[in-house]
């Protein structure tokens, strides 16, 4: 087998015969790549079936595939794989074809933009904490991808997608999980009718007509909402064509894909975190009382309350919702030392580098406190680096980071969310990390019967 390998291969697991060490890494892949990168190094060499694929944890390395030789690289064949359920939206389309739509969608996140965003996003946490009560038991996962599919829906595209929401997130959820079974995209042929093909397709089928659907109600109102949708719907070429209801459909798609389970799991995970690191919470509570005194949180007030932002910061660090990215070289690069043929794997793992005691005093840790310095400046730009970088960093990062600590200070406000006993909490690393089995939280009212009082008093106004 070492005589198929390029004359300069990295050191790695050895491979099993039939599917390399695929399978260790289907079982857990989060241990199989932290185990590979501390025992092996900064680059170590996998083989995935017959494909190669370095994987990548020293910063510096990430920088250069990131950042310094990005038209090197396409996405990685998980998502290629997957695109039939992204299209050739922006997480998924390459090069020029890429640029320009990156273009189009970019006006739509800018920081002045997204402020006009925080109001609707109060608005909707608020509605939930109504059907919330003291006492209450909730999966606070479901509860918090509720949460931000309404607010994805609302802020980009104005549609009131509450209705849908229950269907569009179940459906994108089972899609997920499938798009992230490597081993059945690359040997199940799409036409063939197995029932998880039937499946994906009945799904994705559901998810066209939805969003189909809120694109002929925007062509038919003619109405410029200023928002994502009606940006994507009057941008022209030069030659003065228009994106045609697919191209829309798949950018639609792909937001919502990219942009609601990513943040839904921050949340969750904070919770969980919070609920377990009481010192972090009584904290926490403090800032947002002493600050806030009860009242609604504003995109103002973001600047004022710094350990918030370091809470999630932490929580990023430890559980980034994007746990790791894939490449794939189309020409040939060097790593380390290592050639880089065209046609090779290249993986990077925000869970192993995150977690790296080279840059984080006891890693495994979570302490808010750790970014209170300047740790951020101090750090090795890839270090940290929870919504990517270079080109095709996240278009939504300060939209989710804004969301996310709007949603946070409003519910810590008024409620504390205590685990119910006997769960063990166990990270899923599908296509984004979330909590396998969900987070089963008992509601506590930090304001005893008023905040239920205010609730119903601002649900009788709203009559
Ligand atoms: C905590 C929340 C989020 C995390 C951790 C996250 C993480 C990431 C990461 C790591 C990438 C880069 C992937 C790569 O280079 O392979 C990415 C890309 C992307 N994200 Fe996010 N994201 C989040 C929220 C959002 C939101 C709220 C939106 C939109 C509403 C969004 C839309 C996108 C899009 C469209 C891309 C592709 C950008 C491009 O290639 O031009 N994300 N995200």
């Known amino acids: 087998m070492k005589g198929k390998l390029p004359s300069k291969f990295p050191p ?65 064949r998980v998502l290629q794989a997957n695109k039939r359920l992204f299209g050739n939206g922006l997480l998924t389309s390459e090069g020029d074809f ?61 549609a009131d997608v509450a209705g849908d929401a229950r269907e569009i997130g179940k459906t994108i959820t089972m899609l997920l999980d499938f798009s992230s079974d490597f081993r059945r995209l690359i040997f199940t042929p799409k036409w063939l009718p197995t029932p998880r093909n039937i499946q994906t397709s009945l799904a994705i089928r559901r998810l066209n007509k939805i969003v189909f659907r809120m694109i002929a109600e925007r062509r038919a109102s003619g109405r410029d909402a200023g928002d994502l949708l009606s940006m994507l719907l009057a941008a022209r070429d030069e ?41 972090v919470e009584r904290k926490l509570h403090a800032e947002l009382d002493g600050l806030l005194a009860g009242r609604a949180p504003a995109m103002d007030d973001l600047p004022r309350l710094p350990y918030a932002g370091h809470v999630l910061t932490e929580s990023l660090r430890l559980y980034p919702p994007a746990w790791g990215m894939a490449r794939l070289a189309i020409e040939d690069h060097e790593i380390a030392g290592y050639p880089v043929p065209a046609g090779t794997g290249v993986a990077i793992a925000q869970w192993v580098v995150q977690r790296d005691p080279r840059w984080f005093e006891a890693p495994d840790e979570f302490r808010p406190e750790r970014w209170e ?15 990517g970088g270079g080109p095709r960093q996240c278009i939504g990062n300060m939209f989710a980071l804004m969301e996310a600590t709007l949603v946070l200070a409003t519910v810590a406000q008024h409620f504390r969310l205590r685990m119910m006993p006997n769960q063990q909490i166990v990270p899923l690393a599908s296509i984004t990390l979330r909590p396998k089995n969900g987070v089963a939280m008992r509601l506590e009212s930090r304001r005893g019967a008023k905040t239920n009082l205010n609730t119903a008093v601002a649900a009788i106004n709203r009559i």
């Open 12 to 76: 790695g697991p050895e491979p099993g015969a039939l599917d390399g060490v695929f399978s260790p890494f289907r079982r857990d892949p989060l241990t199989f790549l932290t185990n590979a990168a501390r025992e092996y190094g900064d680059i170590v060499g996998l083989r995935f079936l017959h494909y190669r694929t370095y994987l990548i944890s020293h910063p510096d390395y990430i920088e250069d595939v990131l950042v310094n030789h990005p038209r090197k690289f396409v996405k990685g």
């Open 98 to 158: 890429w640029l320009r739509q990156r273009r189009l969608a970019q006006p739509a996140f800018h920081r002045t933009r997204i402020g006009s965003y925080g109001e609707t996003m109060v608005r909707y946490t608020e509605q939930m904490l109504e059907h919330w009560s003291h006492g209450q038991e909730v999966d606070a996962h479901q509860e918090m991808m509720q949460l931000t599919l309404n607010i994805v829906g609302k802020t980009l595209f104005d």
């Open 373 to 387: 310095g300047d740790l951020q400046k101090r750090l090795p730009r890839f270090a940290y680096f929870p919504f």
């Open 239 to 279: 030659d003065g064509s228009r994106m045609d209801d697919k191209q829309l459909r798949d950018e639609t798609l792909t937001l919502f894909l990219a942009g609601y389970e990513t943040t839904a799991n921050l949340l969750a995970w904070t919770w969980w975190l919070l609920a377990t690191h009481p010192e």
